[in-house]
């Protein structure tokens, strides 16, 4: 069952472009999202124009461009550029240095790459989906709150002018 969300991009940035096409298939099986594979961050970051929902980001990025940034250098310019677009960091390194670094930067997960990575990123796509849910139900159930005390507030005001008119009109009879 394919979760609808054709209007949102997923980014999947990494220079090993078997990697990237294998996760392109497994999450466009998986989810309705326009999906867009790139072999640098340079790249990935000239089409953040599109306001990618997610971007799952490889760490080291310079296998084929010696002086292309590394993802952590990225991941800064995303997070200025779109502080909404959650990052998932991607890496063969299991280094919990690396790990923090990439969470204290603004990654929403960290993965590394094995056997369960695209379970995993299938797993942190959905709870990126289902934090989106909840954000956006709480919103409109703000504004729905807001509005009820609008209406709570607008009652409290006409009721207050009226038992003011009906003094003054009881002051002059």
Do not use: C
């Not at 998986?30 to 340079?42: A, H, N, Q, V």
């Not at 799952?56 to 550029?81: C, M, R, T, W, Y």
């Amino acid at each position: 069952m394919a979760i609808e969300h054709s209007e949102q991009y997923i980014f999947l940035v990494d220079d090993e472009p078997i990697q990237n096409e294998m996760l392109k298939d497994h999450i466009s099986s998986l989810f309705e999202y326009k999906l867009k594979t790139y072999e640098s961050g340079e790249d990935a970051l000239k089409d953040m124009h599109l306001n990618p929902a997610i971007v799952v980001l490889d760490f080291h990025l310079n296998s084929h461009l010696p002086d292309a940034q590394n993802g952590v250098e990225v991941l800064k310019k995303i997070k200025e550029i779109s502080p909404h677009t959650e990052v998932i960091m991607l890496s063969g390194q299991d280094q919990i240095s690396v790990a923090t670094d990439s969470m204290k930067h603004g990654a929403y997960d960290y993965v590394v790459k094995g056997e369960t990575a695209f379970h995993r990123i299938e797993n942190i796509v959905d709870n990126i989906i289902e934090l989106h849910s909840l954000k956006d139900a709480n919103s409109s159930y703000k504004k729905v709150i807001g509005f009820l005390w609008l209406g709570v507030a607008l009652v409290v005001a006409a009721s207050i002018a009226l038992a003011i008119y009906m003094t003054k009109v009881r002051h002059y009879s």
